[in-house]
């Protein structure tokens, strides 16, 4: 009987520690005002900010790409305030979902080398596809909320605007078919595929036509 009971406590005890973790999360969500929900929507909307100024066009499989902050450069100074202020925008989320304000520091100091470097004509445009202050923040947000509140997921930050459109689906009539795992992720890698096709198309252009020309050269100069 005593081996029973120190059994049971044993197993209390695990179960116990197991879960935690768990409390903690949700009471440290409750601190903030938040719940797991709004948390990833708020990230999420974060990661479309994100996608908008540093990835809009990206290479296919990649995050390398660029978008409306480097589109913003090429107007001298306006241009690189006018991304300064925008970016802005994603430190606002950051803060709102509880991220400490020492925490966003190296985005900010990003997002200042940013500006003072998108100012140099031509290069300050090549170099704004690199320096990235929005993806920053965003890589700085998802850590916190990782570690404060075990939020580990990252496909609604990977694809935010498909994550938006694919939860839609899934809450209609066909939301069966849109829940299946094999279609949500055939629908969140749709620009990956789509990528995919471009580079394919181009490398069979490009063999097309040095093939053509190796003939050509073949049959002008009898090298054929």
Known sequence: MDKLNKFSRLKA??????DTPKRDYEARLAEHGLTREQV????????KFAN???????VPFTKQGMGADAALSTIPLAGDLAGLALTSYAFILGRQLGV????????VRLALIDM???????????LDIFIRPSRKTLGIVHE??????????TIHMD???????????QQSRFGAFWRNPVIAWLYLHIPDMLGLMVIVII?????????WLVSLFGKTTGFA
């Open 13 to 18: 005890k695990k179960s116990a520690a197991h």
């Open 40 to 47: 990833i929507a708020t990230e999420r909307k974060l990661a």
């Open 52 to 58: 908008t100024m540093d990835s809009l066009v990206r």
């Open 100 to 107: 400490p304000a020492h925490k966003m520091t190296p985005a």
């Open 116 to 126: 003072v470097v998108g100012i140099v004509p031509g290069i300050g445009t090549l």
């Open 144 to 153: 916190h909320l990782q570690n404060e509140y075990g939020i580990t997921e």
């Open 159 to 169: 694809r935010p605007f498909l994550h938006q459109s694919l939860e839609d689906k």
């Open 203 to 211: 490398a069979w252009g490009l063999w097309t036509v040095i093939s």
